[in-house]
C-alpha cells in the first residue's frame, strides 16, 4: 500500500527536520527524494500514482484559496507590485537566456524557456512561510504575494502561448463574478461554524473555482484564488480559513512528496541545478534593489525579496507543457531552493535586525506612503498588534486610559480601527527602521500582542536598547516562548489560556450569589 509508504517517511522526516529547527516541509521534500533513492537501490516499485498527484493539486488550490481569502486587492494593484514583478521577470529572461545558451549549448528558444521558468518565484512555499509567520498581511507579505500574483498571471501566458491553446468563448463569464459575491457572502453565513463551512470551502475552492475555471479553458489554480479573495472582504473569511487549515496542510505534504518521487536526477540534472542554486541570490538581489527603487523601505524589500528566493512549482508546470525533457532537471532545482529559501526565511527578521545598518545605506530619501515613520506624542499606553487580544486590551483599557494608541502592520486592518474610532495606524513593529524614526517621549507602558514570536521578541529588545524604562507586557501561548520573551525584556509574559481561564473565574467572584425566591419547605 504505497499511501502506508508515504506517509511513514512525510512524519518520519518532517519530525527529523523539526527536531534540527527546520520547517516540516523540507523533510517532505526530503522524504520523497529517499524513495526515489530507495527504489533506484533496491529495484523496489515506489512511484508516483495518481492518487498523490490528486492530492498534491487538491493542497496547491486550498492554499491558493486560503491566501486570497486574506487578500485585499486594492493593495495588489500598486505599483511596487506591477512594476516589480514586470521588471524582474524581463531583467531575469533577459539575462538568463543568453547564459543558458552559452553554458548549456541549447538552441534560443529553449534557452528563453528555460529562463521563464525560473525567473518565478513559489507561491507555495512563500504562501507557506509568510503563513505560518502570520505575516500575510504586513506590507511587506502582500507585496511579496502580490508579485507572486502577477508571475502566475504570466506563467498562465506563458502555457497557453507553448500549449497553444487559447481559453474558449465562456472563459468570458470570469468578469462577471463579482456579480456572484453577495450569493456567496449569504453561503458563508449560511453555513454555520461546523462541517457545512469546511465543505463550502472545499466547494468553492476545488469544485467551482478548479474544475469550473478548467471547463472554460482557464487555470484550476486561478480559479481557487479568484474565489477566495471574492470572499477576502467578509467578516469570517479567517474563520473559513482557519477551518481549512487541517485539510490543506495534510494534502500539501501530497505535493511536496510529488516532487521528490519523481525521480532522482542524472549527472546533467545535477550539474544544471547547481548551477541554477548558484545564481539563486542574484534573484533576490534584483528583487530588492527593484522594490528599493520603488520607494520601499530597505526592512520591506528585504523581506520580500527573501521571501521570493526561490523557484517556482509553477516553473515545472510550464515545463510539463513546452520542456517535459528538462522537468527532472528543474525540479531538482526547485527542491533546491526549497530547501535554501525555508530555512533562511524562518530566521528573516533576525538576519534584517543584524544586517539593517548596511542595508538601509541603500534606501531613497522617499519613502513609500505605507512605511512612513510616526510619532506617538503624548501616547502613555502603546499596544503593538491589533487583533483580537489588542483589540480586547484597547477596548478594556480605553474608558480609563484616553492616552492610547495602537499599531498594526495590515494597513487595512489599521484603517478599519479608526473608523470605529480607535487611535490605530500603521507601523511595523518588526522594522528596525521604524524605532530609528519613533518619538515616544510620553510612553510609560506597552503591550505586546503580536502574533508572532519572533515579533514580540525583537519590539522587547528594541525598547530596552532605546532606553525605555516603562512596563512591558506580552502575551504567549507557549511557557517556553514566555521565558524568551521576559529574556528579550519583557517585564511579564502571560500565557494566553490560563490568562483566559482567570478571567473567566473572575467573573463567578465579582458576580453575588441569588436570593431564593420561594421557599420549598420549613423545618419542624
Wanted: proline content about 4%.
Amino acid at each position: 500500500m504505497p499511501e502506508a509508504i508515504w506517509i511513514t517517511f512525510a512524519f518520519g522526516l518532517g519530525l527529523l527536520v523539526k527536531l534540527v529547527g527546520l520547517p516540516p516541509l523540507v523533510g517532505y521534500l526530503a522524504a520523497g527524494f529517499v524513495l526515489s533513492g530507495i527504489a533506484e537501490a533496491t529495484g523496489v516499485v515506489i512511484e508516483e500514482t495518481d492518487v498523490l498527484q490528486h492530492i498534491a493539486h487538491l493542497g496547491v488550490l486550498l492554499l491558493l484559496f486560503t491566501v486570497g481569502l486574506k487578500l485585499k486587492l486594492r493593495s495588489i494593484v500598486s505599483p511596487e507590485v506591477i512594476g516589480g514583478s514586470l521588471l524582474h521577470f524581463g531583467i531575469t529572461c533577459a539575462v538568463f537566456t543568453p547564459g543558458v545558451y552559452l553554458l548549456m549549448d541549447l538552441d534560443w528558444s529553449t534557452a528563453l524557456m528555460l529562463a521563464i521558468a525560473l525567473s518565478f518565484s513559489s507561491t507555495v512555499l512563500a504562501a507557506k512561510v509568510l503563513e505560518s509567520k502570520r505575516e500575510l498581511r504586513a506590507f511587506h507579505g502582500r507585496v511579496a504575494i502580490g508579485i507572486l500574483i502577477m508571475q502566475d498571471l504570466i506563467a498562465l501566458v506563458v502555457m497557453s502561448l507553448a500549449a497553444g491553446k487559447t481559453p474558449s468563448e465562456w472563459a468570458l463569464i470570469v468578469f462577471g463574478l463579482p456579480l456572484l459575491r453577495p450569493l456567496l457572502f449569504r453561503l458563508l453565513d449560511a453555513s454555520g461554524h461546523d462541517e457545512l463551512l469546511v465543505l463550502l470551502g472545499l466547494l468553492l475552492a476545488l469544485v467551482v473555482g478548479g474544475l469550473g475555471f478548467e471547463a472554460v479553458g482557464l487555470s484550476s489554480e486561478l480559479g481557487a484564488l479568484v474565489f477566495g479573495a471574492m470572499l477576502a472582504n467578509h467578516p469570517r473569511s479567517q474563520e473559513l480559513s482557519k477551518s481549512l487549515w487541517s485539510v490543506k496542510e495534510v494534502f500539501l505534504v501530497g505535493f511536496f512528496l510529488q516532487i521528490g518521487i519523481g525521480g532522482l536526477p542524472d549527472g546533467d540534472a545535477l550539474i544544471f541545478a547547481i548551477i541554477a542554486g548558484l545564481v539563486l541570490p542574484l534573484k533576490g538581489i534584483l528583487f530588492f534593489f527593484l522594490l528599493l527603487a520603488f520607494r520601499l523601505r530597505a526592512r520591506s524589500g528585504f523581506l520580500s525579496a527573501l521571501a521570493l528566493t526561490n523557484y517556482s512549482e509553477f516553473g515545472l508546470i510550464v515545463a510539463s507543457v513546452a520542456l517535459p525533457e528538462w522537468l527532472v532537471p528543474l525540479a531538482i532545482s526547485v527542491s533546491l531552493s526549497f530547501l535554501v529559501s525555508a530555512p533562511i526565511n524562518r530566521f528573516a527578521h533576525g538576519l534584517y535586525e543584524r544586517y539593517s545598518q548596511d542595508l538601509s545605506r541603500f534606501e531613497g530619501s522617499k519613502h513609500h506612503p505605507d512605511e512612513q515613520p510616526i510619532s506617538l506624542g503624548d501616547t502613555r499606553v502603546l499596544i503593538m498588534g491589533m487583533g483580537r487580544t489588542g483589540t480586547a486590551a484597547y477596548d478594556w483599557l480605553c474608558e480609563d486610559q484616553p492616552k492610547l494608541m495602537g499599531l498594526d502592520s495590515d494597513p487595512a486592518k489599521a484603517s478599519q480601527h479608526q473608523k470605529e474610532g480607535r487611535n490605530v495606524v500603521f507601523a511595523d513593529a518588526e522594522d528596525a527602521s521604524f524605532w530609528n524614526g519613533l518619538h515616544m517621549p510620553a510612553v510609560q507602558s506597552v503591550i505586546l500582542a503580536m502574533g508572532d514570536i519572533e515579533g514580540k521578541l525583537i519590539a522587547a529588545r528594541m525598547l530596552r536598547k532605546l532606553g525605555f524604562k516603562g512596563f512591558i507586557v506580552a502575551h504567549t501561548m507557549y511557557e517556553d516562548e514566555a521565558k524568551q520573551i521576559r529574556e528579550a525584556g519583557a517585564d511579564e509574559a502571560y500565557l494566553t489560556m490560563s490568562e483566559t481561564g482567570v478571567a473567566l473565574a473572575s467573573h463567578l467572584i465579582d458576580k453575588k450569589p441569588a436570593k431564593p425566591s420561594l421557599v420549598v419547605g420549613k423545618p419542624d
